[in-house]
């Protein structure tokens, strides 16, 4: 059976065909079947794709929990008049206290409680309060115990304690440092820290708005001096001839008279010996370990008495307390005031702020902490990489293009269409394996991914890479050609050591007198 010959056109229309084809499997991903380790969209026009910050539904954004952008708001300073606080150190003046004609004057530390102390007055209660709240307060109590019908008070706090901010994090100097004026804005703050590191891309100021009591009420500024919550009154020991000295003294003591009771068993209790009512026998002569009675407990939002939970017990001298779980039986913890923490994360991009952006350099406030975080994020690419390895980000967003260009693309088996990213979720001990198309990101038909803090790209391969590899490299164009061509048509400048055929022929043609 004769084979009809095939006409050129008909090849023709073959070789085309073929090529279309794999043209057509080359606009698409993988964008070469041959080598699908090259990637990319190479368009004619501009194109545009967008950037993933979050694969999977479970996982959360970036950054602080809760973190919100600046408000108008935060760019007011307001001025208020300062407020004493505990530990700050005030200086009193008190007009005839003491000595007619003579100023009673005293620096005194406000103690951990929020008490000052002025003799004849007792403990009087300061913290929260302006300096003419001070004044005002110490000249009520003297007007209330007849000691001085029109007196003149003066109040100065020397030592101001209160007014502070905090900066942790990646700057030069961190600390604490003083709020010297209302006006004190963010860039001012990182001027005292020495300036933030140069990879820095975003802070956080934490604002706390202190701790707000569930149900409560609003009420007067009169009413609003706070007292302790709770109060331990203990009986006192043999050779106590203080009201406030000796071990059976009242713990956490506060003004007696501000208690709103009336029980004579607490006032008893309270009273300096000697002065107790009639009727109260003086406790006997006990050890150490034994109690006359119990310790009283005193609530001053209703002002009722009720005893202590027990303590726990020593089994022997220098032995740790033993304590019996028993012993909280007969003690409510709902009876505890519960309080919520009020606080506030606001998000503030550095960079912005370093260029002189208005709307973040907001105004810093008591107690506010500054934090920098500290860029040592890192992220592992592996699988079938040039490089692989594990890389910093240096205080930027890395994308999967950009980590793939950092490992020095893919390697001759990779297949981008197969790979994962594992993540693990933060505050737990599972992670994540999302899969990712490579190619389509970059042939421009998905978006692409910012990368986490130890994240890992792991690049697969496929089944048919190492045949497309063997095909790739084992026939090459000039391989026959470039044969025949070195092996019988060079002449002595292309193949160095070697004559040209002709040359040689012709020479033995001279030597043997032939005209041709």
């Known amino acids: 059976m004769a084979i009809m010959p095939i006409s050129r056109r008909t090849r023709a229309l073959f070789t085309g065909g073929s090529l279309l084809t794999l043209a057509g499997c080359a606009a698409l991903p993988p964008n070469s079947f041959f080598d699908p380790t090259k990637v990319g969209a190479f368009p004619h026009d501009i194109r545009e794709a967008g950037i993933r910050r979050v694969l999977s539904p479970r996982e959360a954004p970036e950054g602080l929990s809760g973190a919100r952008e600046p408000t108008p708001e935060d760019l007011v300073a307001r001025a208020e008049e300062y407020r004493v606080g505990r530990f700050d150190q005030i200086q009193i003046s008190v007009n005839d206290l003491l000595r007619q004609g003579a100023p ?11 008490f000052i102390r002025i003799p004849d007055l007792g403990p009087i209660y300061v913290a929260d309060m ?48 003083p709020i010297s004026q209302a006006d004190l804005r963010l860039l001012d703050a990182l001027a005292f820290a020495r300036g933030a590191g140069p990879l820095s891309k975003k802070l956080y100021v934490i604002r706390r708005g202190g701790g707000k009591k569930k149900g409560a009420t609003t009420s007067t500024p009169e009413s609003q001096a706070p007292r302790p919550q709770k109060l331990i009154i203990e009986p006192p020991s043999e050779g106590d001839d203080d009201f406030f000295g000796g071990s ?75 304590w ?14 519960s309080y919520e923490l009020d606080q506030e994360v606001i998000e503030i991009d550095l960079g912005a702020l370093r260029n002189g952006d208005p709307r973040y350099n907001i105004v810093i406030k008591d107690r506010d902490v500054i934090r920098v975080p500290v860029a040592t994020g890192v992220f592992y690419m592996m699988g079938e990489v040039a490089r692989p390895g594990v890389f910093a980000f240096g205080g930027r967003e890395i994308t999967l293009k950009q980590a793939v260009a950092i490992a020095g693309g893919f390697g001759p088996l990779a297949w981008p269409q197969r790979c994962e990213i594992i993540r693990r979720e933060p505050g737990s001990d599972t992670q994540l394996t999302i899969p990712v198309d490579v190619d389509a990101i970059f042939a421009g038909l998905a978006d692409d991914v910012i990368l986490r803090d130890e994240d890992v790209v792991n690049v697969g391969t496929h089944v048919a890479a190492p045949f497309l590899f063997v095909l790739r490299n084992s026939f090459r164009f000039t391989y026959g050609f470039g044969f025949v061509y070195d092996r019988n048509f060079a002449d002595q400048d292309q193949v160095a050591g070697k004559q040209n055929p002709e040359t040689i022929r012709r020479q033995e043609r001279a030597q043997r007198g032939l005209p041709f």
């Open 130 to 177: 302006t300096e003419p709240e001070v004044e005002d307060e110490i000249r009520n109590r003297l007007i209330e115990a007849d000691l001085l019908p029109d007196p003149i008070v003066q109040v100065v706090v020397v030592l101001r304690r209160q007014l502070f901010f905090h900066v942790l994090g990646d700057v030069v100097q961190q600390g604490t440092f």
């Open 104 to 114: 009673y004057q005293s620096a005194q530390e406000v103690n951990t409680n929020g």
């Open 324 to 337: 019996n779980p028993q012993d909280d039986e007969d003690f409510d913890w709902s009876d505890l005031p």
């Open 248 to 322: 059976g003294a009242v713990r956490d003591i506060a003004y007696a008279q501000d208690m709103g009771t009336s029980d004579p068993d607490f006032e008893n209790a309270i009273a300096p010996r000697g002065n107790r009512g009639a009727g109260h026998k003086e406790p006997a002569a006990t050890t150490p370990t034994a109690r006359p009675f119990e310790p009283l407990m005193i609530d001053p939002a209703t002002g009722e008495a009720r005893e202590a939970p027990a303590r726990p017990t020593l089994e022997a001298p220098g032995e740790a307390p033993v």
